[in-house]
């Protein structure tokens, strides 16, 4: 549900703004929820369908990132930051339509961030809504520096950082 608001800022950011775009997503989120209701109800299992609706918030990130990973992780999180800030300094100088996809990467990142806080039981597998606007960030990031032996020492730093974080740490 929460995914949801990626979608009407899409429509906004977009201009598209119409009866459809502002109904389909609606419907599309309801049918799967009525065709799950009716088999349950079928079945006579109502209570694990109410029991989706009841939203038991934790907000401790304990099992979110396995121990021999945090300096991996927190090194991606602090590339993120900085590119981020970086990019968007030029981007949102100009009007064009690149600036409200990058707004929608960075709506991409921070409601997936959120979505993962507010997971009842996290675990790293749920880091995978993180990567696609991670890695999106981070690429047009890298993208902006001009001395080539920089780019590539990232790129090799991160690429080496990944086997060595899971199989050697």
């Known amino acids: 549900m929460i995914f949801i608001l990626l979608i009407y800022a899409s429509i906004y950011l977009h201009k598209k703004l119409t009866i459809n775009t502002l109904v389909i997503p609606i419907i599309g989120f309801a049918t799967p929820l009525i065709i799950y209701f009716s088999y349950l109800f079928w079945f006579n299992q109502t209570q ?9 918030i934790n907000l401790s990130l304990n099992n979110l990132i396995e121990p021999n990973l945090i300096f991996f992780a927190l090194i ?63 690429a047009n990031g890298v993208e902006l520096i001009e001395k080539k032996i920089i780019k590539d020492s990232i790129l090799y730093i991160l690429f080496i950082g990944c086997f060595l974080a899971r199989f050697v740490l």
């Open 48 to 56: 694990v369908f109410f029991d989706l609706f009841q939203f038991k």
């Open 76 to 138: 991606i999180a602090l590339l993120t930051f900085i590119f981020m800030i970086y990019k968007s300094r030029t981007t949102l100088s100009i009007n064009n339509t690149f600036k409200r996809s990058w707004i929608l990467i960075i709506l991409n990142l921070f409601v997936a961030f959120l979505f993962v806080l507010l997971l009842n039981q996290k675990t790293t597998g749920d880091l995978i809504y993180l990567f696609f606007p991670v890695a999106i960030i981070i």
